[in-house]
């Protein structure tokens, strides 16, 4: 097959990277600890560890789960809880006894715990208390053997540790009451693994780091095996990337999206560990006031996101008038940057929010702009080193320059598969290592990716395409809506109709005032046929906007 697509990179990121340059994640979580020792690596409602802090507590955890749990090698591991100081801890003493780490949404239902732990063969959880009630309706029915739980105040310092614990359970009553009788307490197994050797577990890249689950919202959520080496190529790739936009040692990166996720994983827990960043952890980013607050008191230089925090916090009283002065990278992804969004960011913080493109089953960086793009593009950026993406056509040839297709995309950082689901494996790779990732994009002559939509979302009217980012992302920027959501509903005479679900950012705002702004910015055939104004759009706990949910409660036409 001959290949008539570019392949640009950005001026200064070299073509390819060197994953063999490191053994495992935990080779370069040992080196950031040497050189960065006392700085500060991770910070939760005030409370702040260093790296050798994590390092030692990482290492406590690890003997404990290793000499007295007797977890060995390739053993999964299932973490459920937010943004808080233990879950990095957890993470890096997982990876340093070479257990498999399994992320777990805290929020998933009984259902959807059940499943995961059972497709995923976890034999020990780590919970916040806050969730437990949901692992102990489940336990019995699945492979777990242990379970050790923690409190949001465990690693504050005395007395504030204890405050924010009686706070939290008795005040705000936000731990439902459980019964788990043979759960160990976190601290606890720290104490006990200060006193425990721990034995180096030797590594390589080939080995599994994660089962990193999809999202489920298309369908059975399905592992991701992510080795070793997709993850040191990924953030090798994205060091390489935006290396000349940070200060080693000195950045402060704001981290909302919760790191169970593969975004803020890779974005925030491992980018920063790499280049001695604070990692500011947002236990709960929808809290907007007080994430404003906690912003108020940082100087923060480096922010990760997704469009819908984005759009939130520009919303919110008193966000405006906050210190930007050492802001110097925005990163949006994990779903479409509107561009009405990232004008305004831009016009509040003066710092260009740059789009990147990623999936789980890609570590997840497959593209990103360029660090020096003075405003939105539109481009979800150019390959990240060592990366290959194709446009194809429904047979799987090229597709012209210019035209849309499903983007492919072949790399260092693509997984290996699904866990135990072969079939679905077999349909997102080829024999020669390419991942289809479902989503519709379309290259320029200088090389750049613009994302379409995702196949799936996309509505035929009368033979015509129509994709919902794009009227999403028109609606978006009328000033009287906060936020849009856009899909196909079934219509006699065209196949499909547009119908737009709009949350109001004015009361004021008439459906009318909705037609005439999109007779203004798009032709006949892609405005909404029907509009229906709801107060809150169904999203993930990411934030992403549910459009399956969207299709089953408002996919009737008579609003």
Not at 34 to 59: H, M
Not at 225 to 241: D, F, G, K
Request: proline share 5%.
């Amino acid at each position: 097959m001959d290949k008539i697509w570019l392949q640009s990179y950005a001026p200064g990121v070299p073509e390819t990277i060197d994953a063999n340059a490191h053994t495992s994640l935990t080779e370069i979580f040992e080196q950031s600890v040497a050189k960065f020792g006392n700085k500060p690596a991770y910070s939760n409602f005030g409370n702040t560890l260093s790296f050798e802090e994590v390092d030692t507590l990482s290492r406590n955890f690890a003997a404990y789960l290793t000499q007295t749990l007797g977890l060995k090698k390739g053993d999964r591991l299932a973490i459920m809880m937010p943004n808080t100081l233990q879950y990095p801890i957890t993470l890096f003493a997982a990876l340093r006894a070479g257990l498999v780490v399994v992320n777990v949404n805290p929020l998933y239902t009984p259902r959807e715990l059940e499943y995961q732990l059972i497709d995923s063969g976890a034999v020990a959880i780590v919970v916040l208390e806050n969730f437990a009630a949901t692992v102990a309706t489940v336990f019995n029915k699945t492979p777990l053997k242990h379970v050790i739980t923690t409190q949001i105040g465990d690693l504050f310092p005395f007395p504030k540790s204890m405050l924010t614990n009686v706070v939290v359970k008795y005040v705000k009553k936000m731990v439902p009451s459980f019964s788990l009788p043979s759960a160990i307490h976190l601290k606890d197994a720290l104490s006990q693994g200060r006193h425990l050797p721990f034995n180096r577990v030797k590594q390589s890249l080939d080995d599994t780091a994660f089962l990193q689950y999809t999202g489920g919202t298309t369908g059975v959520s399905k592992g991701a095996i992510l080795t070793h080496r997709n993850m040191v190529s990924n953030l090798l790739q994205a060091y390489h990337w935006a290396k000349s936009a940070v200060t080693e040692g000195e950045d402060v990166c704001v981290t909302a999206l919760p790191l169970y996720h593969i975004f803020a994983l890779t974005a925030n827990a491992f980018f920063s560990l790499k280049i001695g960043a604070k990692c500011l952890l947002i236990t709960n980013p929808r809290d907007f006031p007080a994430f404003v607050k906690t912003l108020s008191q940082e100087n923060f230089s480096l922010f990760v996101g997704i469009n819908t925090l984005f759009n939130a916090l520009l919303h919110t009283p008193g966000f405006d008038k906050l210190d930007f002065s050492a802001l110097k990278l925005t990163l949006g992804g994990g779903m479409a940057v509107q561009r009405s969004v990232a004008e305004q960011w831009k016009a509040v913080t003066g710092c260009t929010l740059i789009e990147a493109y990623g999936l789980t089953e890609t570590s997840p960086a497959v593209c990103i702009n360029p660090m020096d793009i003075p405003d939105y593009t539109g481009a979800i950026g150019l390959p990240v080193s060592s990366t290959e993406v194709s446009i194809r056509a429904e047979d799987g040839s090229e597709v012209p320059l210019g035209e849309a297709g499903e983007l492919w995309v072949k790399g260092p950082q693509v997984m290996p598969g699904y866990w135990m689901h072969d079939e679905d494996t077999g349909k997102a790779l080829t024999d020669d290592g390419w991942l289809h990732t479902g989503d519709v994009a379309k290259m320029d002559e200088k090389g750049y990716v613009f994302i379409v939509d995702r196949l799936k979302d996309m509505i035929l009217i009368s033979g015509f395409n129509v994709y919902p980012n794009e009227i999403e992302s028109v609606l978006a920027a009328h000033p009287k809506i906060l936020e849009a959501g856009v899909i196909g509903v079934s219509d006699t005479h065209m196949g499909e109709a547009v119908k737009a679900i709009i949350v109001k950012d004015d009361p004021s705002l008439t459906e009318e005032e909705v037609r005439a702004h999109c007779r203004e910015n798009l032709t006949n055939y892609k405005r909404p046929k029907h509009i229906e104004f709801i107060d809150a759009l169904p999203k993930t706990n990411v934030g992403k906007i549910l459009r399956r949910e969207l299709r089953d409660q408002h996919g009737g036409i008579n609003e």
